[in-house]
């Protein structure tokens, strides 16, 4: 009977540690497909991270981008102030210089008579330590042989309170297995109590489950029928409102139909009227229009008239007031500028002047023959600016060199005492009308831009049916090809001169930059080395290479570390602080090495 008892209770315990087992079984299945959720989750927001931060580091490098064009919009005007402070500054740091090394010394000294003092006092503290030391030792050993004999009173007193305690731990340990076999009989109890609870649940659930679904059904039902009711109700009505719609329909395109033939009628009627009064406007509205252009086109030959006689003034003050008797002077024994400064300064400016000089006899020839031919022929400039825009190719020269003329003017008129005289006795005659000469030197570069904006608009106010419509669009566009090309040969121009900037800038084994097709792009500080070793520093780069360099005291001045060739090279951007310390990154793959960079201020 005993063993029939412990049967059932042995197959309860077994389906209770079954259901636990898989009630186990479920929660791990649920905490994996948790942790598979939130590893997802987390990918997603490492991906959502890096894609903000890439447009980050994006806006930054634009940032960067613009404010490395602003310093170097602003560098060259600095370079220039610098120079002119340049001999005060020296001045001032030799001064400085002698007065950091004078105070440098005195303070080495007052650090030394210190240090002595400091080591005086070391020395007699010294020697009180050692005798308090030595006081110290005798009393400690005294104390401990009082100590050794309490100690052994203690280890006594200690092996009989383990013994106690022994004793106690194993009357608790006899109480505790006794508690735990108790607890292990309530748990057994409670564990078939709630697994009978929960079956009484489920079979109530069922049933309320399928109460309901026999109750859904019904009502589905119920609707499905009420809908179709409806459905048919609604075409039947439909059909009926259909077919009084097309009556009416049909009625009102009859008197549609009727009431357009009326409408045709009238329509081609009026039209007849229309293109008749139409044709009478445009005629009337041409004949206006062709009348206000040949007015403008007169007013702009006039204002083309006016203009390049102001420039061919300008350009005669230039040589007669200036280059010629600056040349004269050169002859002399005492020069106001050496003869390659005057040739630096005014570079072409004769032979621009004989080319416009022609150009402008031209077109008076023009404007008196029309004018005597009581404005009866046709005005035409066209083929006078096309056989002129071969030999304005020479504009090209002298707007390579007005950097390098404007140069030459302010160093001489802030270095020079002789030239600053020539010009301000120059500038007081009343023909200058109060203008300078860097005023009179730009005409030049300003002249081709007029040609194109009045031709354009010449031939715009020109009919197709002109004589001079054809020569002046030929002209126009010849001329927008030279500014283009005198544009082009000024950026090849400024490139080299920027390269060759560079070159002179960075000390050491720098190679040869001033290579064809290569162009400088930009330059600014940065921070280079490998993820060891990062130290400040400061780039150029250029089309196919990127120079890294170190500067020197002087602010203008590099000297070379590095010249990296970016044909052959892989770039690599770097997450923030991946390198330690070290934001907005990248690492160049040269062969073997990787050299970090990072533009961060």
């Given amino acids: 009977e005993d063993e029939d008892d ?39 927001e490492s991906l959502r991270r890096r894609e903000r931060e890439r447009k ?9 981008a613009e404010k490395q064009e602003r310093l170097a919009k602003y560098r060259e005007a600095e370079r220039l102030h610098l120079q002119k402070i340049k001999e005060e500054e020296d001045r001032f740091r030799a001064e400085e210089e002698a007065r950091r090394i004078e105070e440098e010394r005195q303070k080495k000294i007052a650090e030394e008579e210190k240090a002595l003092r400091k080591e005086r006092k070391r020395l007699e503290k010294e020697e009180e330590e050692k005798a308090r030391l030595a006081e110290e ?115 009102e395109l009859k008197k549609l ?40 086109r007169v007013r702009i030959a006039q204002e083309i008239l006016q203009v390049e006689r ?6 005669n003050i230039i040589i007669k007031k200036y280059f010629f008797p600056l040349c004269n002077l050169a002859n002399t024994k005492s020069p106001v500028l050496s003869a390659d400064k005057i040739k630096g300064l005014f570079s072409i400016i004769e032979v621009i002047h004989n080319f416009n000089s022609l150009l ?30 071969d030999h304005m190719r020479c504009y090209s020269t002298y707007i390579n060199n007005f950097d ?5 003017f302010n160093s001489e008129k802030n270095s020079n005492p002789a030239f600053a005289a020539f010009l301000k006795k120059t500038e007081a005659d009343p023909e200058l009308k109060m203008q300078d000469l860097s005023s009179f030197i730009v005409n030049p570069i300003q002249q081709l831009p007029r040609y194109i904006m009045l031709l354009s608009d010449l031939v715009r106010n020109t009919p197709e049916d002109h004589p001079d419509h054809g020569p002046l669009n030929q002209a126009c566009t010849r001329m927008k090809a030279l500014t283009e090309f005198v544009n082009e040969q000024k950026r090849g121009v400024d490139t080299a001169a920027a390269i060759v900037d560079v070159q002179r800038r960075v000390r050491g084994k720098c190679p040869n930059l001033l290579v064809q097709s290569r162009k400088y792009i930009k330059e600014g500080p940065v921070v280079f080395g490998d993820a060891k070793d990062m ?18 005291k002087r602010s203008d001045e590099f000297n070379f570390k590095e010249a990296i060739d970016l044909v052959n090279v892989s770039v690599e951007d770097l997450k923030d602080d991946q390198v330690k310390g070290i934001k907005n990154a990248f690492a160049l793959k040269v062969q073997d090495r990787k050299i970090i960079i990072s533009t961060a201020e």
């Fill in 137 to 251: 030792q005798e009393e400690r050993e005294k104390a401990n042989k009082a100590e050794d004999k309490a100690a052994r009173v203690a280890r006594k007193a200690e092996r009989a309170r383990i013994r106690e305690d022994r004793k106690s731990r194993d009357e608790l340990r006899l109480k505790l297995k006794e508690e735990r076999k108790i607890e292990k009989v309530r748990i057994k109890e409670d564990e078939r109590l709630r697994v009978l609870t929960l079956q009484k649940e489920e079979e109530e659930r069922k049933e309320c489950e399928a109460k309901e679904e026999a109750e859904s059904r019904r009502i589905e039902e119920a609707e499905e029928a009420e809908r179709k009711r409806k459905v048919e109700e609604d075409e039947k009505r439909i059909a009926e409102e259909k077919a009084r719609e097309e009556r009416e329909r049909e009625e």
């Fill in 360 to 389: 402008l006899e031209g077109i008076e020839n023009r404007m008196k023959r029309w004018i005597a031919d009581n404005m009866s022929t046709p005005l035409l400039f066209g083929d006078l600016f096309l056989s002129m825009t």
């Fill in 56 to 64: 980050e580091k994006e806006l930054k490098a634009r940032r960067w």
């Fill in 310 to 315: 102001t420039y061919v003034k300008n350009l």
């Fill in 535 to 552: 130290a400040p520093g400061y780039v150029f780069l250029f089309t196919d290479i990127m120079v890294l360099a170190k500067p020197l």
């Fill in 257 to 296: 139909q009727a009431l357009e033939e009326e409408m045709k009628a009238k329509e081609q009627e009026i039209k007849l009227l229309a293109t008749q009064a139409s044709a009478d406007t445009k005629k009337k509205e041409d004949a206006e229009e062709r009348q206000k252009k040949a007015e403008k």
């Fill in 6 to 44: 412990a049967s059932p209770q042995a197959k309860a315990q077994q389906e209770i540690e079954n259901k636990r087992i898989q009630v186990q079984v479920e929660r791990d299945r649920i905490k994996e497909i948790q942790a598979k959720a939130e590893e997802t989750a987390r990918a997603e």
């Fill in 404 to 408: 390098n003329s404007m140069s030459i």
